[in-house]
């Protein structure tokens, strides 16, 4: 299957939160970087079934790594997350992940089965283009890995952070926007994703289907984008709520 099938078709018979909007930015961000020279790894932090990963894994040039990092079946360190872990990520295991992955790539990513708050010591440099944080929605560790991804992401790289604007994840919320008024980061648009970069902001040409609106924000301009397919992804969220409780939750669900 081509990239592109991927982003319109591919991706729905993987199961996980990522979708056609922010396969179309993740796109977008990626011609603009070829388009640049920019050159350089492709980071997820928090895969769950591949979704966004195996779109990462279309976007990866040959020379250059895709490093994975998930818990997997490890515990959980925070009550949220403890919860997420027996809910929605109830299927998870690193088996599935690599079995979604290799329907649609003949080699696996660089996987690193362990909390991301441990990534620093992995000795990466700074060579990443892209770095997708969708792991942990504790602040303490959203704060960890945006302080990481500052320190690993290239100029002209991208950085975006999932769960933004989402009602249960206000520690993704602190700790990004902290991340802008403290450490420079610079946001450029959202979904329920936050886009942003610390050097040479890339002109993104973002596709004519989103309907786009800018705001002014500590002193950033900042563009939030809506993709018309409110519909299908609320019975996105829906089928994935139905998938959790199947798993005897009594506690929350997410996205
Ligand atoms: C929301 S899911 C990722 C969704 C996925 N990117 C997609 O597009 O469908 C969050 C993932 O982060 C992982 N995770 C949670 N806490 C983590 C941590 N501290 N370090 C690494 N991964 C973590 C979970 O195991 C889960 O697979």
């Known amino acids: 299957m081509q990239r592109r099938e991927y982003i319109v078709k591919g991706r729905e018979s993987v199961p996980g939160w990522f979708d056609r909007a922010d396969a179309e930015l993740f796109n977008a961000i ?47 360190t925070t009550l949220d997350d403890f919860h997420l872990r027996h809910n929605a990520y109830a299927d998870l295991s690193r088996e599935s992940f690599e079995a979604n992955f290799l329907k649609f790539h ?73 991340g802008v008024i403290r450490d420079g980061l610079i946001p450029l648009f959202q979904t329920h994703k936050l886009y942003g970069t610390w050097n040479n902001p890339l002109d993104v040409d ?11 924000v500590s002193g950033h301009v900042m563009t939030h984008l809506e993709y018309p397919q409110p519909h299908r992804r609320l019975v996105t969220r829906l089928l994935q709520r139905a998938r959790s409780a199947r798993h005897g939750s009594r506690n929350q669900s997410r996205d």
């Open 30 to 76: 990626d011609e603009a970087q070829c388009s640049a020279g920019v050159v350089g790894d492709i980071l997820e932090i928090g895969c769950y079934q591949g979704s966004s990963a195996i779109l990462l894994g279309y976007l990866r040039r040959s020379n250059e790594r895709l490093v994975i990092c998930d818990l997997f079946q490890e515990a959980a």
């Open 106 to 178: 003949q080699t696996l990513p660089e996987i690193f089965a362990q909390p991301s708050t441990t990534l620093a010591g992995s000795d990466f440099g700074r060579t990443f283009r892209i770095i997708h944080v969708d792991g942990s929605h504790d602040y303490e560790i959203v704060r960890s890995d945006l302080l990481l991804a500052k320190s690993l992401l290239v100029p002209g790289g991208f950085v975006i952070f999932d769960d933004i604007i989402t009602l249960h994840t206000p520690g993704v919320t602190a700790a990004v926007w902290e």
């Open 206 to 216: 973002i596709p004519k289907e989103f309907k786009q609106f800018t705001h002014d």
